[in-house]
């Protein structure tokens, strides 16, 4: 059986375009237990791998998937919004801006594990106070890294992007097919027809 091991929306609609049998699970790990020193590709490949060892005791034999998606810019880290105040803190210091989305995937499955982690350049617009309040107004924040999302409507505030739209959605599906590889599933083999 495969675990997407993620309570997110955007992930499990992503899995979702192939034709895979998957279940969703959230993971109990403490995600403060990792503590933020320089580089964030090892910062959020070492959350995934620990979302995947969360669950080894009960899913051992199964093939779980996890992911941590971050935002970096000004040498730290943007995760997800303590509250309203913090959202809106995060994007006004992220307007007129280039940030580095980064999505860390970890395929477990017994003994083995492989990781690996997506890219992509973000450009928003110069942003007023009025349109960070109309932004958070329109789009549930607290769920996503950095209180944004891309799809849709929330594309508004994105001038320009470099590299991978479903990486800032939180599941990269190159590096995911990528990865899947290693523990023989082609998603070659799980297109659904449109």
């Given amino acids: 059986m495969i675990i997407l091991a993620s309570i ?3 992930r499990k609609e992503i899995l ?13 790990f403490d995600e403060k237990s990792i503590k933020f020193i320089s580089d964030p590709k090892s910062y959020a490949i070492e959350i995934a791998k620990g979302k995947a060892n969360a669950l080894d005791k009960n899913y051992r034999d199964d093939i779980v998937i996890t992911a941590d998606t971050i935002v970096y810019a000004n040498n730290k880290i943007y995760t997800k919004p303590k509250n309203g105040k913090d959202a809106f803190r995060i994007l006004n210091e992220l307007s007129n801006t280039w940030h580095t989305v980064y999505t860390a995937i970890c395929i477990k499955h017994k003994d083995k594990i492989f990781t690996d982690i997506e890219e992509t350049k973000i450009l928003f617009h110069a942003l ?13 924040f607290s769920d996503k890294a950095a209180g944004y999302a891309i799809q849709k409507a929330g594309s508004v505030i994105i001038k320009n992007m470099l590299g991978c739209y479903y990486n800032v959605m939180g599941m990269p599906i190159n590096t995911l097919k990528t990865l899947l590889l290693n523990v023989g599933i082609d998603l070659w083999d799980f297109l659904k027809p449109s």
Avoid: A, M, P, V
């Fill in 128 to 140: 007023t106070e009025d349109q960070i309040k109309k932004y958070h107004k329109s789009f549930y």
């Fill in 8 to 10: 997110s929306e955007r």
């Fill in 16 to 28: 979702g375009y192939f034709s895979l049998k998957f279940k969703c699970l959230g993971s109990n």
